[in-house]
């Protein structure tokens, strides 16, 4: 079992910034692969941004400006950091992780939420204009 939990999220407006934080605990291995993902009200959860199991970070085209992911490996922590928030970043965010084995991102599928087994609850961040 693993347990994810974010925090960070919060109200701020247009042009502000976040951290968003994910702490992982249990059975998880370091070479996981992790990601962020969004879902914004009435509509598909997408994803943000991904930590593979070699340590190669990607950040999804529409948002690779302005976030950046890290990973801290000895506290376990995934970070989000988001600049120059817009409206229409406002969504839940959650953190994911893959246990299914080594996943690389030049790998397919590494963007499909089904590629990921836990999930945390998420934290919401809203953009006022």
């Known amino acids: 079992q693993v347990q994810l939990v974010e925090s960070g999220g919060g109200s701020v407006q247009a042009g502000g910034s976040l951290t968003l934080s994910c702490a992982a605990s249990?059975?998880?291995?370091?070479?996981?692969?992790m990601a962020w993902f969004r879902q914004a009200a009435g509509k598909q959860r997408e994803a943000v941004a991904f930590?593979?199991?070699?340590?190669?970070?990607k950040v999804v085209d529409a948002v690779k400006e302005r976030f950046t992911i890290s990973r801290d490996k000895v506290k376990n922590t995934l970070i989000l950091q988001m600049t120059n928030l817009q409206p229409e970043d406002t969504a839940m965010y959650y953190c994911?992780?893959?246990?299914?084995?080594?996943?690389?991102?030049?790998?397919?599928?590494?963007?499909?939420?089904?590629?990921?087994?836990?999930w945390g609850q998420g934290t919401q961040v809203t953009v006022s204009s």
């Open positions: 249990g059975s998880i291995d370091k070479r996981n692969m």
């Open positions: 930590v593979d199991s070699y340590g190669i970070t």
């Open positions: 994911a992780t893959s246990t299914q084995g080594l996943f690389s991102i030049r790998w397919p599928g590494y963007d499909a939420p089904t590629q990921y087994d836990y």
